[in-house]
């Protein structure tokens, strides 16, 4: 495409995973008139976006962020209808077992928040579950949550449904050229420079997921993230074990979940370290990422006990896939959303911390509002980026702080 010929946009993006395309989609639905670019340096939703377990879960541990999952099951329809495609989404629900004490009150607190949001919910039995779930064993939990409605979906082609409904609207996606720097004159972001020249935006919007920090640091800004990596393995295919419309299952008491992959099983852990990176050493072209060579069979070694509690026929069946990638945590498990205090015409659309496909919607939609100067639905005081002070974002501090977050995150 020729770059030339964008100037003055209104709206400029940096960074063409889900993110990005959603806040496209929305900021041109509301704004037909009003031009939108976003600058992808690989290809559409070909980082941490077609990575993603994706899990959908809309109940959460943290009540503000259920209405940005509400947001991204109501706008699916809307997208498949735009687009013209089906978008595969499976309802099959989810079940969240707990076993000790506290992960029993945990769960209570979180169906309490499900009730406060109309989200429908019962306590089943460790039977019901196992029926749902052939692979379980439940024998051991004191209390189990079936949240029906709860869905799945393929991450990459979610991502791509924003990204088509925002091209049809008249969004240009620019890939295959990379963002070198956002350009800030007089406490304000004036747009963006790369290898072709300088692009003036009204606003521009940093979505580039781990890659944000570098661009934010280098005019003063520290993004309180880190790469840390995310990763699960996929079983080989048994249609009377691995039903492909068998539930989600969370195990908050073994660092496990599980969801069904067409009739295998996707599954992941949170091992006790986990790995991250200094974001200047991740590769700029997204494919040959440093985590998916590491071998995270050590970290399965290591829950395996936890885990074949719940799964007992792990040991016998054969993995055919082990993926791994990295998403941007934070040291709170909350996102970066906003604007930036002390500087005009830049927005924060980052930190998705293993969440992004489930609160895309609401994201793209509270971002998008903020961007065209209108009030925004949704609550993002939790998610500002300046909440922890000062800091150097690339200390070996920070990077392992953000690492443990990760590692103790106990809702889907």
Wanted: with cysteine; net charge negative; charged share 15%.
């Amino acid at each position: 495409m020729d770059t030339e010929n964008i100037k003055n946009t209104a709206l400029l993006i940096v960074g063409g995973g889900i993110f990005g395309a959603a806040i496209a989609y929305y900021f041109k639905r509301d704004n037909p008139s009003k031009e939108v670019v976003v600058y992808e340096r690989n290809e559409l939703c070909s980082g941490n976006t077609s990575l993603a377990a994706a899990l959908m879960t809309r109940v959460r541990t943290y009540s503000h962020v259920i209405p940005l999952s509400l947001e991204t099951y109501r706008v699916l329809p809307e997208l498949a209808k735009i687009t013209g495609d089906t978008i595969p989404v499976h309802y099959n629900g989810a079940l969240h077992l707990a076993v000790s004490p506290d992960k029993v009150t945990a769960l209570e607190k979180m169906m309490e928040i499900a009730t406060a949001h109309h989200i429908d919910f019962e306590y089943i039995t460790s039977q019901r579950a196992e029926q749902m779930a052939p692979w379980l064993n439940a024998s051991a939990a004191e209390r189990i949550a079936l949240v029906p409605g709860e869905a799945i979906t393929d991450p990459y082609l979610i991502g791509m449904a924003f990204a088509s409904a925002a091209r049809k609207s008249g969004v240009k996606f620019i890939r295959n050229t990379e963002v070198l720097e956002l350009v800030l004159q007089n406490k304000s972001v004036t747009g963006i420079r790369t290898k072709e020249g300088i692009y003036s935006a009204d606003t521009t919007v940093l979505a580039a997921g781990v890659w944000s920090g570098i661009l934010a640091y280098n005019i003063g800004i520290p993004l309180p993230m880190a790469p840390v990596r995310s990763q699960y393995w996929i079983t080989e295919s048994s249609g009377s074990m691995f039903p492909s419309n068998s539930p989600t299952v969370i195990i908050p008491d073994a660092n496990f979940y599980a969801r069904p992959q067409g009739n295998s099983l996707l599954f992941g852990i949170r091992e006790a370290n986990s790995v991250y990176a200094d974001p200047h050493s991740l590769p700029v072209n997204g494919n040959n990422y440093p985590f998916s060579t590491y071998d995270g069979w050590n970290d399965l070694i290591e829950n395996f006990e936890s885990m074949s509690r719940f799964f007992p026929g792990s040991a016998d069946i054969g993995i055919k896939n082990y993926i791994a990638g990295f998403s941007g945590y934070t040291p709170d498990n909350q996102f970066i959303l906003g604007e930036v205090e002390g500087i005009e015409g830049l927005l924060l659309a980052t930190g998705c911390a293993g969440a992004g496909i489930s609160v895309a919607g609401g994201v793209g939609l509270g971002i998008a509002c903020l961007a065209a100067k209108q009030p925004n639905p949704f609550d993002f005081s939790c998610y500002r980026h300046g909440r922890f002070g000062e800091f150097n974002p690339f200390s070996p501090e920070h990077l392992a702080r953000c690492a443990a977050a990760r590692s103790m995150k106990t809702s889907g």
